[in-house]
């Protein structure tokens, strides 16, 4: 459990530093362009992203599921996946031009859906390097690489927007840092774990394709359902592109919190998880609850702290913007919040569904959220425009939470305490009160570090931090 614990605030530390870090990239933004530019923006990192979701191909857990079992097998897996990667990546990279162009965006929207197409594209070949960095549990080859990665971007991609180049520099930019990270990814895997080495397997690729299929339906909706409400709504919202940077801007602050979840269940879990389904399953639920039980108390008082300050945090944050325009991104943080939250949570029952290798599962539960997702937004954003897509998430996240925990209990495991659940929510409610109450009175520079310091003192009073499962 120490490792877990260690491997986890390395992960969350650094991915945390590069949220910040793209946190304050999108403040500088907001001050040098136009909302429409950042909006468009939004939506080419929308589209890129979910394009580049297909060179993923479900390719990730399996591949980190099975080196975990075999390390020794770790260059053969490697090699042979690698070559599926570079294949999807032409696929992929071609997909995002074309769909830009046949959208009918500005050139200036396209030329920048180019470079960061290949940087979503460079990123995605160095991801299967950190396939190996969570495989061998040495989870701090991969920080380095996401520190290095967001630093370039943030130094350089900043000096260039306060020199008052234009957005298409920036994302000319992000490229040159995804390589730096590809590099680094490269050099820490061929001098700290194995060289590099083709020696392609059609039985190998056939049987990973196999594993990996089922979960890239799943994973593929996965990310329609996150990515699909920032191209909707430069079509359907009233407001157009300026929708998209309200929302947009809104969903960076949510988003700099939820890289938690994935550190703490993807990043150090994951592979514990897996072990304790295959060989050693009495201690699964044990495992599961240990997820479960600290997702809840970092992700209900983060929810209950951003839903009440969303106002003064937009305030604080957008004081470029006109009061209706910071009114318009608080509304959307108040919902996102909710929605942050319980992604804490499903963050654990999705990670659970990938390390019992439930594909089939994982599939029909992302693909009738998908589905749920989009129609909502088909319905809400016409009528609330960013409000209504930032309300279709957290009602997805809860059908998600419901029918994700509801197949788990009956399936694969069940929590052996929910004492920690309770505790929780009272304890955030109160925050909750107390913010409510002060925030007209005292700056949140003040009041979040009260808040921090409440409910964590609050939680070690109630004998939360402690150590109670032991698994390996």
């Given at each position: 459990m120490i490792r877990i614990f260690k491997n986890t605030s390395t992960l969350f530390s650094a991915h945390f530093?590069?949220?910040l870090g793209s946190?304050?990239?999108i403040w500088l933004m907001h001050r040098f362009f136009t909302e429409n530019a950042l909006g468009g923006y939004f939506f080419a990192i929308a589209l890129t992203n979910l394009i580049a979701s297909l060179t993923e191909l479900g390719i990730h857990n399996p591949l980190i599921r099975e080196m975990t079992l075999n390390l020794s097998q770790t260059r053969h897996y490697l090699g042979n996946t690698l070559l599926i990667r570079l294949v999807l990546s032409v696929v992929a990279y071609a997909l995002m031009i074309i769909s830009g162009v046949f959208l009918g965006y500005a050139s200036i929207i396209v030329t920048m859906i180019i470079y960061l197409g290949l940087a979503e594209i460079v990123n995605s070949i160095a991801q299967l390097y950190r396939c190996v960095f969570r495989a061998?549990?040495?989870?701090?080859y991969e920080a380095l690489t996401v520190v290095a990665e967001r630093g370039v971007f943030c130094l350089v991609g900043g000096s260039a927007i306060l020199l008052g180049?234009?957005?298409?520099?920036v994302c000319q930019v992000m490229l040159i840092a995804s390589c730096i990270n590809l590099i680094l990814?490269?050099?820490?895997?061929?001098y700290r774990f194995t060289p590099l080495h083709f020696e392609p397997s059609r039985q190998f690729i056939v049987v990973l394709m196999q594993q990996a299929l089922p979960f890239a339906i799943g994973n593929l909706f996965h990310l329609i359902y996150f990515r699909i409400d920032a191209i909707m709504l430069s079509k359907l919202s009233p407001d157009g592109l300026d929708a998209n940077t309200w929302y947009g801007l809104a969903y960076t602050i949510v988003n700099a919190f939820t890289t938690l979840p994935g550190a703490f269940m993807m990043g150090a879990l994951f592979p514990v998880l897996s072990r304790a389904y295959e060989r050693e399953r009495d201690r699964l639920p044990g495992a599961y609850t240990f997820g479960v039980r600290w997702m809840v108390i970092c992700g209900v008082p983060l929810a209950v702290g951003l839903a009440t300050l969303s106002h003064q945090i937009a305030a604080v944050l957008f004081s470029a913007y006109t009061p209706?325009?910071?009114?318009?991104?608080?509304?959307a943080l108040l919902w996102l919040s909710g929605s942050g939250?319980?992604?804490?949570?499903?963050?654990v029952a999705l990670t659970m569904l990938r390390a019992a290798d439930k594909r089939r599962a994982f599939s029909v539960i992302m693909g009738t959220t998908a589905l749920l997702n989009i129609g909502l937004n088909l319905v809400l954003i016409p009528r609330f425009s960013h409000v209504g897509a930032a309300i279709a998430m957290v009602i997805s996240e809860v059908y998600l939470l419901v029918v994700g925990f509801g197949y788990i209990s009956k399936r694969i495991a069940k929590l052996t305490e929910t004492g920690f659940i309770f505790k929780a929510v009272v304890l955030s409610a109160v925050m909750g009160i107390g913010l409510a109450l002060l925030k007209d009175i005292l700056s949140i520079w003040?009041?979040?570090p009260l808040a921090m310091v409440f409910y964590s003192g609050g939680i070690f009073v109630l004998g939360e931090f402690r150590t109670k499962f032991e698994f390996g």
């Open positions: 530093i590069s949220r946190l304050v990239m061998h549990e040495e989870i701090k180049y234009e957005l298409v520099n990814s490269i050099g820490f895997t061929r209706d325009a910071v009114a318009k991104i608080a509304t939250g319980l992604i804490f949570l499903t963050t003040i009041l979040i």
